[in-house]
């Protein structure tokens, strides 16, 4: 645990898009509210997704805000079995959309109802690497949705993506024997999560996606777990403004290590997917995602000394 290396991850983006393609999103009339979060959630379970998480989101903003500008706003962390596992057994890091993240809202006063995830793209240039598994599951959530709602229509943000050169994912690697590596797991988890409670991050979700590799006979970690992050006050002013956020949150944080490997690794998000994706330009709300992300690379830290 005493020597870390600190590995960045840049996508360099000198693509203009014409449109948002970085996120999914449909819509669906609602005038009667029938439609909730939970006939989404239903319905993927019954198509073999997971729903590990459908947080209703508008009891903690009226709690703690006092007010909430929808009339339903969830949040849902879900993967797709099948895929999930071969991903990961591809590629560690793209444990971070294991889960994934769906916002699912309707705003008071309108008759429809959202429902906001990453593209295959987005995923695809977040990890800088092109994989059919991205897209595969992309079109499965799209005839997923579908089917769980035949009225729902694809829609289009109203807003370009900003081109950003900065980093979009974080690895921070430990190095741990591998005898020594679940003592020093339930110490690191132990410090993350003395650091991340006063500073208002909540773990919303975990995920031991070691048994899931363990029960398909995959024996490549000795753990691999998956966190699901959350900070109220920065999705409840995210989405004020672009609801459609909700496709980053709860955010995945992936924490591993690997057999043979002698090192532990723990994975983020960076916030310039969230400025660049959403195309946040308010200066006040800037600062608030800069001075969480710094919180969390420091909680990370500091936990690894």
Same mark, same amino acid.
């Given at each position: 645990?005493?020597?870390?290396i600190?590995?960045?991850?840049?996508l360099?983006?000198?693509?203009?898009w014409?449109?948002n393609?970085?996120?999914?999103l449909?819509k669906?009339?609602n005038k009667?509210?029938?439609?909730?979060?939970?006939?989404l959630?239903?319905?993927?379970?019954?198509n073999g997704y997971v729903?590990?998480?459908?947080?209703?989101?508008?009891?903690p903003?009226q709690?703690q805000?006092k007010?909430?500008?929808?009339?339903?706003?969830n949040l849902?962390?879900?993967?797709?079995?099948?895929t999930?596992?071969?991903?990961?057994?591809?590629n560690a890091?793209?444990?971070?959309?294991?889960p994934?993240?769906i916002?699912t809202?309707?705003? /008071?006063?309108e008759e429809?109802f #959202?429902? %906001?995830?990453?593209?295959a +793209?987005a995923q695809?240039?977040?990890?800088?690497? !092109?994989?059919?598994?991205?897209?595969?599951?992309e079109?499965l959530?799209?005839?997923?949705?579908?089917?769980?709602?035949p009225?729902?229509?694809?829609?289009?943000l109203p807003?370009?993506?900003?081109?950003?050169?900065?980093a979009?994912?974080t690895?921070?690697?430990?190095e741990?024997?591998?005898?020594?590596?679940m003592?020093a797991?339930?110490?690191l988890?132990?410090?993350?999560e003395?650091?991340?409670?006063p500073?208002?991050?909540?773990?919303a979700n975990?995920?031991d996606f070691?048994?899931?590799?363990?029960?398909?006979? /995959?024996?490549?970690y000795i753990f #691999?777990? %998956?966190y699901s992050?959350? +900070?109220l006050?920065?999705i409840y002013?995210?989405? !004020?403004k672009?609801p459609?956020a909700g496709?980053f949150?709860?955010?995945t944080?992936?924490?591993?290590?690997?057999?043979?490997s002698?090192?532990?690794e723990?994975v983020?998000l960076?916030?310039?997917?969230?400025?660049?994706t959403?195309?946040i330009?308010d200066k006040?709300?800037?600062d608030?995602?800069?001075?969480?992300?710094?919180?969390?690379?420091?909680?990370?830290?500091?936990a690894?000394?």
């Amino acid at each position: 645990m005493k020597q870390m290396i600190f590995v960045t991850v840049f996508l360099i983006s000198q693509i203009l898009w014409a449109n948002n393609n970085d996120i999914v999103l449909y819509k669906v009339a609602n005038k009667d509210h029938k439609i909730t979060a939970q006939t989404l959630a239903d319905g993927l379970t019954m198509n073999g997704y997971v729903v590990a998480k459908n947080q209703d989101m508008n009891a903690p903003y009226q709690k703690q805000f006092k007010t909430s500008t929808f009339e339903s706003y969830n949040l849902m962390s879900v993967y797709h079995h099948d895929t999930s596992v071969a991903l990961i057994l591809k590629n560690a890091h793209s444990g971070i959309f294991t889960p994934f993240s769906i916002a699912t809202y309707q705003r /008071k006063g309108e008759e429809e109802f #959202y429902i %906001a995830l990453l593209s295959a +793209k987005a995923q695809e240039n977040i990890l800088k690497e !092109k994989d059919e598994l991205f897209v595969k599951l992309e079109k499965l959530n799209k005839e997923t949705i579908t089917k769980i709602l035949p009225s729902a229509v694809e829609s289009t943000l109203p807003y370009d993506v900003i081109p950003t050169k900065e980093a979009l994912y974080t690895k921070y690697s430990f190095e741990v024997e591998d005898e020594d590596a679940m003592d020093a797991r339930s110490d690191l988890m132990m410090m993350l999560e003395n650091g991340m409670k006063p500073s208002g991050f909540v773990i919303a979700n975990y995920i031991d996606f070691n048994a899931v590799l363990k029960e398909e006979k /995959k024996e490549d970690y000795i753990f #691999y777990d %998956a966190y699901s992050l959350c +900070k109220l006050k920065i999705i409840y002013e995210l989405s !004020k403004k672009k609801p459609e956020a909700g496709a980053f949150a709860p955010c995945t944080m992936v924490i591993y290590h690997k057999k043979g490997s002698n090192k532990t690794e723990i994975v983020t998000l960076s916030i310039a997917n969230l400025t660049s994706t959403l195309a946040i330009k308010d200066k006040a709300l800037l600062d608030i995602l800069v001075k969480a992300q710094s919180t969390m690379q420091s909680i990370i830290e500091d936990a690894a000394e």
